[in-house]
């Protein structure tokens, strides 16, 4: 299909003298089309006039790759590189590669494969062996030696690989697979990335995507954005204000990032938006940080995210986001005052210390919001804990799939099949385990699942211990896969966090520069 038909604002240019980079996001064109770190990159890859830079997306079927603006096949590109927000996907890149006719095994090919995106920073090794290049780094703060490195080397391997792993965010595992790798943050945070490609086909159409702050300083647990992309960090007023200009009256803008945003600045150059005609949507809210201004911001929205995850007050505790039910349905109230048709929100099941009575709980809160008759749809999606790393969870055990089925099929009968329900498989939520939690073992994984093998053979082909990725020891000094990768935040904090997590005590909030708590701020003085 000629994408390109339902798109405004894509780049074309010519091939001529000019280093050719794919773009691979590994997953359907429509998400690719709602990722702003995706568009953001293709964008910033394509101002540089000596590259041309195409997306290619995983195809629906078993087809050949090809890129949205020219149907190249990725092997025509002189450079591949992807970004991999969610390790759902990781099978997905290597699928690309071998439906390219390319050799998944890094070393034993001559095309270049360099990766990135957040899922990656969390822990790379289950891709190891498919990668050239890792590069743990927000864009903004490394595209500068990017650019020069990548326009230096590209035409040999080699150089490109050895020049590129100089660089303290980049691991190259070909080459030197001890290395310890620290993640490169954009301190202070300049222009917000603007996704100016607008397509028909995605969830959100035609809509610009925009970020407004980074990171949340709330501190939930379970978390990972929450504690990666620490320290929180914000534009300044007068450079959203200049970047939301740029935006033609009347279109639709999706905000990303409204958790730690300064609400009475954010709220005032999005009420431009507003006198411009245009429509605002948000990603999901933060219940206890909702500004009453906020909420005439909603008046083109129809429906919205939140996220109460239990109605345990015990859980609450362990998850560290302590929102009481008064104030989910207060903010319920508002939203169908100021018009909204339906909220979704989000559960989580499986969390650590979970009993009988936790499950009973959340029962009776989502029974009591569907009791009020609230004239605005509701929406209950739950799903299964993923212990992530990076995290204090990173301790947390996954539950077996046996008994997180159990604890769905008490929810399911305890709010009697209310249609209204939408719950994750927990054979999902294992394959998601196994991926972010994964070693080199799980790379044998992903090879199997990239060829269509169901998880279940792949696992008893591989005779994979499950205990040792789901079960890990209580034990500060516990070595994880991932222990190599550097976030900024240390290990000792999240184990104080993990161990205040049991005790049932609620963690510090960010108030960044002022603390020194998980040590991420500290970081940045030393810049
Ligand atoms: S040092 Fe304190 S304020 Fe800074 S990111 Fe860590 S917890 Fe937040």
Not at 73 to 98: G, H
Not at 140 to 159: G, H, P, Q, R, V
Not at 201 to 214: C, D, G, I, P, Q
Request: hydrophobic share 40%; net charge positive; aromatic share 12%.
């Amino acid at each position: 299909m000629n994408l390109l038909k339902f798109e405004k604002n894509y780049f074309k240019k010519k091939w001529t003298n000019r280093i050719s980079v794919a773009l691979v996001f590994p997953n359907y064109y429509e998400l690719a089309m709602s990722n702003l770190g995706y568009l953001y990159v293709y964008q910033r890859l394509n101002t540089f006039s000596h590259i041309v830079c195409e997306r290619v997306c995983l195809p629906k079927g078993n087809e050949l790759p090809v890129s949205v603006e020219s149907n190249r096949p990725l092997k025509d590109f002189d450079v591949i590189l992807t970004s991999i927000s969610f390790e759902l996907d990781y099978p997905n890149l290597v699928k690309m590669l071998n439906l390219s006719g390319i050799n998944p095994l890094a070393k034993e090919r001559d095309e270049i494969v360099i990766a990135g995106g957040i899922a990656l920073w969390l822990n790379p090794k289950p891709l190891y062996k498919f990668v050239d290049a890792f590069v743990l780094a927000e864009w903004e703060a490394i595209e500068e030696d990017f650019i020069k490195t990548l326009s230096n080397y590209f035409y040999s391997k080699e150089l490109l690989l050895s020049k590129l792993n100089e660089y303290p965010y980049v691991w190259c595992p070909q080459l030197e697979y001890e290395k310890k790798v620290k993640v490169e943050k954009k301190y202070p945070l300049e222009t917000p990335p603007l996704s100016y490609v607008l397509s028909e086909k995605t969830e959100f159409k035609n809509t610009y995507l925009v970020e407004v702050a980074r990171g949340c300083g709330m501190g939930c647990r379970f978390c990972a954005a929450g504690y990666v992309y620490r320290p929180p960090r914000r534009y300044s007023k007068a450079k959203i204000s200049e970047v939301f200009n740029t935006i033609p009256p009347g279109s639709k803008v999706g905000i990303i990032g409204f958790e730690f945003a300064n609400k009475t600045e954010v709220i005032s150059t999005c009420k431009r938006l507003l006198e411009k005609d245009c429509k605002l949507g948000f990603s999901s809210l933060r219940l206890d940080t909702v500004d009453p201004d906020f909420f005439e911001l909603l008046k083109h929205t129809k429906s919205i995210a939140i996220a109460p995850e239990t109605g345990s007050e015990k859980l609450k505790k362990v998850l560290n986001k302590d929102i009481s039910e008064e104030k989910v349905l207060e903010v319920l109230k508002l939203l169908k005052k100021f018009g909204l048709k339906s909220v979704k929100l989000y559960f989580i099941l499986g969390l650590p210390l979970e009993e009988k009575e936790d499950l009973e709980a959340t029962i009776r809160f989502v029974k009591s919001l569907l009791s009020f008759k609230l004239g605005i749809k509701l929406a209950f999606s739950f799903s299964f804990l993923v212990p992530k790393p990076h995290t204090p969870f990173q301790w947390a055990k996954f539950l077996d799939v046996k008994e997180l089925e159990e604890k769905k099929k008490f929810v399911l009968k305890g709010l009697k099949h209310d249609k209204n329900l939408r719950f994750e498989n927990p054979k999902d939520a294992l394959l998601q385990t196994l991926l972010i939690r994964g070693d080199e073992k799980i790379a044998e994984l992903v090879l199997l699942l990239a060829k269509g093998i169901k998880l279940k053979r792949a696992l008893r082909e591989l005779n994979i211990p499950l205990k040792k990725y789901l079960s890990p020891e209580e034990d500060p000094e516990f070595e994880f896969p991932w222990d190599f990768i550097n976030t900024w935040v240390s290990k000792e904090f999240l184990w104080k966090e993990w161990q205040r997590a049991k005790d049932l005590k609620l963690g510090i909030r960010c108030k960044p520069f002022e603390c020194k708590a998980c040590s991420a701020c500290s970081q940045i003085l030393v810049l």
